[in-house]
Structure formats: C-alpha cells, structure tokens
C-alpha cells in the first residue's frame, strides 16, 4: 500500500511528495477444517471452534473500522479481546496512523511491548511515519535502535521509512547512511533519498542520486522521481537539467502525468524561462487551478506583473474559480504595479467567496496595501487579524517604513518584544530603517543593543543600518567601531 508524505517549504511554495510503499499485513488465518470421521463430533470441540469464530470476527470488525477512520469504536472493540494477538495491535497502530492521531499510534506501539508482544515488520512503518509527521526526533531514534535490536534494520520498506524520516528531520547525513548500507533498494528507496535531498535544499545531490538510478537499479524513473528531480532543478536553477529531464519524460511517455507536468510547468518558473512555461501550460488539454497557480506565481516570481494579472482574467474566462493560493501569489504582483484598484477587487473578491480569515491572504493583503501607499487600510487589516505570525509583522512594520511612519513602526516594534513572537533576522532588517531614519541615538544604541544579543549584528543588512544610524547621530566613533568589526565588508 502507498502512503504519501507531503513536506513544505514556506518560502518558495514548492511541495515535495516522497512515496512509502508499506506492505499489507494480511489478516491472520483460522483454519475450521474438521476431519470427517464416521463417528460423531464430540460436543467439547464445539468451544475452540467458537472461540476461533469470535476471534476472527473480531479482527475483520477492527479492521473494518480501522481503515474507515473511525478508531473510537474500533478502540471499544479492541478493549473487549482477551489477550489480543500482534496482529490486532497492528491494524490498531495502522488506524491511528491513517487517522492522523499519530501521538496515539506512538502510544499503542508502546502498550504493545508492554504486553509482552514484539512489534515485527508490519509494525514499524507506520510508528515511524509517525514520529516523522510529529517532527519527534528523539523517538524516531529511539524506535531506529529498537528495531535494530529485533533485527529489522536491512528490511526493505522499513529502510525507506527511515530515510523519510531522517530527511524530514533535517539529519540528512543519517539518512544517506540509511541508504547507502541497505543491501537491497527498490525505486521508493531511491524516490525516498532524492526527495530527501529536495527537503534539505541540497539540489546538486538530488540530481546525482537521480542519474544514478537507472544504472544501479535497471529501472526507469517513475512520476514521483521525476517530480522530485524537477524540484531539484528548481532549487539549483539547473535549466539543462531540467530541459534534459524534459525530454526523458517525452520520450517515456510521462506527460499526461498532471502533478508531473505542473512540476514542469513550475520548474521553468523557476528558471526563468517563461517561454518554455508557457509553451507547456498551452499544450495542457484541462487546466486546474493548481496549474493556473503556478503560471501565476511563474509570471510574478520573474516581475511580469502585467501577466500574472491578465492571466487571472484569462482564468475566470474558463470558469476556473480562483483560490486563496492565487490571490496570495496574485497580490505580490499588485504591490509591485502599486495597483490598489487590482489589490481592492481581491480584496473585495476573498470576502465574498469566504476566503477569508486566512492568516496569508491576510498577511499579503496587508503587505499589498503598505506597498501602495495605503497604510490605514493596512493597519486596519492588521488589526482585525485573528491569527499573526512573524511574516505578518513584519509587513506591517515594513507598511510603516515605506510610508515614512518611523515612529510607529518603532512603536509596532516594541509592541511585538512583548508578545509571545521573537523578531527574527527578517524582522530586524525591516525595522532598521526606521531607526535609522529617526537618527535617535539613545533609540539607536538600544536596537544596536538587541541586534548583538540575538546574533544578527554580523548581517551586513543589519550592521550597514547602524553604521548609518550613529553617522546621522554625529557619533563616528561607534560608526567606525561597528564597521571595523565587520569580517567582510561589501560596497555599502
């Protein structure tokens, strides 16, 4: 059975799909054969029987409502089973699973060793996709090193799961450890490595696990592999990669694939090659709205600002009604133009489709409108937000800056010192020049201050900022002190 893990990158919108290939325990056999003699069935065999019956129904019953989601009744069911057998604990384990109650399955694997079972080859996919959807490192290792001691570490499926989960935790090197001392690799081991590298944002790697592939397997890349190549391009801007995996995929036939070829679609985005984009997003016979997205979001990312918004109207000319993801990826490019007319009828557009409240509709709202000199509306948007995070923040407090409010935005600033938020280096940058534009040496000494005890004063952005800020306060002194303790100065 195929389990697929889905891992975002906040900054550049891409998804990334690694694909588990999870066997499927097959329900234990009760066997009611009896032995036709001519003498007849004692009446003390009858109990065996029934209790294999009871035994058998119980498990199908479980495993019915394991797979339907509804593990509440299937958790009734199984709290009435004398001594029941791994296979029980399993389809319970797999359940929560799939339910996504991943703290629960941990917690079941666990009761299980409590009672005296030893979980087996069925057991440990599922415990550990679920450590890796609960980012429980610590467990996940903990669960590594059992199963090593059961003598499972060279299974196959279990191998796979474990470079997912390595990968997901950023321990990259684990998990090419993983897969390099596996005796034997399938192509989701191989999907599971690349993808893992995706993850990590080490492009390079990816691309050379996926050449080797072919040679060291004797198989051909499948759709998953080929998505997870293309995102590889995407993250190094390799358009020769990407034009060569292109044309694998023509050659195999690959092409009706529609997450494979949005994949595409997004890598020449990416590489900014719009003509290539666009040639592949004319030849999709059934354009989706995750496919407009990412000719939207392509024509944004390379300042077609112009394009992204015709495309939009081109969209709603085939009955393609846009999401909360277009108008996020359509708003940048409002902002760029300065076209609050474009950004008021997103605006307007979101409140009557109930696309809002969302937390970065919201925050690309408000950023749209500081950029086009509508701070009060920003500031009103902002306000009215039931959720903020830091991006949020820092939009508002850049809103401020682009429209000359320093003291306000100094004023949001010490605002978000006292929530539950800590400014990161973005957050910082964006409220630099307010400070520095104020030219308030005591305010200036206090963000220089902050800025060295968060470990951002070696940012160039940061520490060019308040080389500036104590030049327009008359102290040179301090000045030169900051820019002497620059290890490498740039033109700034």
Known sequence: ????????????????????????????????????????????S????????????????????????????????FDTAKNPDLFLWNTMIRGYTYAELYEEAIAFYHNMFGAGLIANHFTFPFV????????????????????????LDSDLFI????????????????????????????????????????????GRKALSCFKDLPGSLGKRHDCCGIMSALAACSLEA????????????????????????????DMYCKCKDMSSAEKVFNRIPL???????????GYSLNEQHASAISCLKKMLCENREPGTVTMVKLLPACAAMESVSVGKMIHA???????????????????????????RSAQLLFDRMFEKNLVSWSAMLAACVKNQEYRKA??????????????????????????????????????????????????????????YLYARCGDLKSSREVFDRIPQKDLV
């Open 1 to 44: 059975m195929a389990i697929f893990l889905n891992f975002f990158l906040p900054t550049t919108n891409t998804s990334h799909t690694i694909l588990l290939s999870i066997p499927k325990e097959p329900p234990p056999k009760y066997s009611f054969c009896i032995k036709a003699t001519a003498a007849p069935v004692q009446q003390k």
């Open 46 to 77: 009858k109990k065996p029987i029934m209790q294999s019956l009871e035994k058998a129904l119980l498990s199908q019953t479980i495993l019915s409502y394991a797979k339907s989601g509804n593990m509440e009744e299937a958790r009734q069911l």
């Open 128 to 151: 550990i996709k679920s450590c890796t959807y609960l980012a429980a490192s610590k467990e996940g290792l903990k669960v590594h090193a059992r199963l090593f001691k059961c003598g």
């Open 159 to 202: 191998g796979s799961s474990l470079i997912t989960m390595y990968s997901a935790f950023g321990l990259i090197n684990n998990a090419q450890k993983m897969f390099d001392e596996m005796p034997v690799k399938d192509l989701v081991s191989w999907n599971s490595m690349i993808d893992g590298y995706v993850l990590n944002r080490e």
């Open 238 to 265: 390799s358009f020769k990669s990407g034009r060569e995996i292109h044309g694998y995929m023509i050659r195999n036939d690959l092409e009706k694939d529609m997450k494979v070829v949005t994949s595409l679609l």
């Open 287 to 297: 354009k989706t709205v995750v496919t407009w997205n990412s000719l939207i979001g």
């Open 349 to 375: 557009y979101s409140i009557r489709k109930g696309l809002l409240p969302h937390l970065y509709l919201e925050t690309a709202l408000t950023d749209m409108y500081g950029k086009c000199g509508k701070l």
């Open 410 to 467: 100094i004023d949001l600033f010490v605002k978000l010192l006292n929530e539950s938020l800590e400014p990161d280096l973005y957050t910082t940058c964006a409220i630099m020049p307010a400070y520095t534009e104020l030219a308030s040496l005591k305010d200036g000494k206090q963000i220089h201050s902050y800025a060295v005890r968060m470990g951002f004063s070696d940012n160039l952005v940061v520490s060019n900022s308040i080389i």
